[in-house]
């Protein structure tokens, strides 16, 4: 299938260190072309992985923009000639660039397919493996979907017969990854949000004339998920794993990610070039969601951290959550924890023992709560965490009636002291 890649010329190299930036139109392996951007970069403001520039890179807001208009461009031409059955040679693409015109299309004409195809292609530089997962997996649902639905998956077709016979999909027929059929909730109303995404993208681009989305809506509900207190984390800090060195490991990062509240997509890239030791912080940009946080290194962290050489173990996320459960059934974490979740109209209840719980999410969570129960204002902590809003980081607050009370008790008892 044709695609593009912004694209640098690494082995041609000027004299002042820089090399033209192109962007890599390829038709097939052996029928390509470069198309050109009108400027030249480091090399070191490249980022070989993204496909990108860096932030870094001189006049960066001013080469982003040209670069997304000349890819944005490749993705309308190939919508255009995808819909209308046009062969997108090189020499295609080449003129359509040249008269760089205007493309009316029709939602009953795009294929939905093609062009999601070509939005995970064209949103796969700038996002997290975590996100293009995302989308690969609003993908398979959508083609799934064609099973059951009584009418053909098209743009034109997005009405509310649509949304009602979706989420009757995604609820009851949908198969997970383990098996199991039907989503929760909140599988569910990602899965509708990453589709409205993906819609209004095409609309905004006028690939797609307007569709009213109102009654998409994307159902979602409070979790029950666990954290674990600081007396817990201390415990499983304390365990000798001196004969496990994996689980060692795992349970290094896993105490990590509790005083940090990094997601695992960052634990598992955090490296010495995110140590700012004259500081003592920790300064990353968030892969989900690109915002650069700066966290200070409290408690267990530094002396682990300095136990790497400030590189921490690789672990594959399948293995961390296999296996970071052993480490609260060995400081027997068995108490009874009841799970109530909605799977459409039903309620689903399920009651684990608190350590089959534990998972990478639950490193996030710990940090929250636990510094949120410290006394350390939301706002602020809101800033360490990286939530974007009071009602996105209220949901990782796990705190219980008992808690609240207390809390408010020892508010109040510092303040009358302090008059």
């Known amino acids: ?12 190299i000027s004299q002042d260190g820089t090399t033209p930036l192109y962007v890599c139109y390829n038709y097939s392996r052996s029928k390509r072309t470069l198309i050109a951007t009108g400027y030249d970069i480091k090399p070191d403001h490249w980022d070989n992985k993204k496909k990108w520039i860096k932030r870094a890179c001189p006049k960066f807001e001013e080469i982003d923009l040209v670069l997304t208009k000349i890819t944005s461009k490749l993705g309308e031409i190939l919508s255009y000639a995808a819909d209308n059955a046009i062969d997108p040679t090189v020499d295609y693409i080449l003129l359509e660039l040249e008269k760089n015109r205007e493309y009316e299309q029709r939602s009953n004409r795009v294929d939905m397919f093609k062009t999601l195809e070509l939005y995970i292609e064209e949103k796969g530089p700038h996002v997290s493996k975590d996100q293009v997962k995302d989308y690969k997996s609003l993908r398979k649902h959508l083609t799934n979907f064609k099973e059951h639905s009584s009418q053909p998956v098209t743009f034109r077709n997005l009405n509310l017969k649509f949304y009602n016979e979706f989420m009757d999909y995604l609820f009851y027929k ?15 109303g990602k899965i509708v949000r990453l589709l409205k995404g993906f819609v209004n993208y095409q609309i905004s681009k006028g690939v797609i004339p307007n569709i009213d989305l109102k009654n998409f809506k994307v159902v979602e509900e409070e979790t029950d998920a666990i954290y674990l207190n600081e007396k817990e984390l201390e415990a499983i800090y304390k365990l000798d794993l001196s004969k496990d060195k994996e ?33 003592g912080n920790i300064n990353i940009k968030q892969r989900k969601v690109h915002k650069a946080v700066v966290i200070p290194m409290i408690d267990y962290v530094p002396d682990i951290l300095k136990k790497y050489n400030y590189e921490l ?20 974490l068995t108490q009874k924890v009841e799970i109530v979740r909605k ?20 490193c996030r969570r710990s940090f929250c709560t636990n510094m949120y129960l410290s006394g350390f204002p939301a706002e602020e902590l809101m800033k360490i965490s990286g939530h974007k809003s009071p009602a996105a980081f209220m949901r990782y607050i796990k705190v219980d009636n008992f808690q609240a009370a207390n809390r408010l008790k020892e508010l109040r008892n510092s303040f009358n002291k302090a008059k």
């Open 1 to 12: 299938m044709a695609n593009y890649v912004p694209y640098i010329l690494t082995k041609r």
């Open 174 to 188: 949908a198969i997970k990854p383990d098996g199991n059929v039907g989503l929760v909730t909140n599988s569910a």
């Open 247 to 279: 689980l060692e490991e795992i349970r290094d990062i896993f105490i990590v990610g509790c005083y940090t509240g990094l997601r695992y997509s960052d634990l598992s890239t955090l490296s010495s070039e995110h140590i700012d030791h004259i500081n």
């Open 343 to 362: 799977k459409g109209n039903n309620r689903i209840t399920e009651v684990s023992k608190k350590y089959e719980l534990i998972s990478s999410h639950t």
């Open 313 to 332: 173990p690789k672990v594959t996320g399948y293995k961390f959550n296999e296996r970071v459960k052993e480490l609260g059934q060995m400081i027997k």
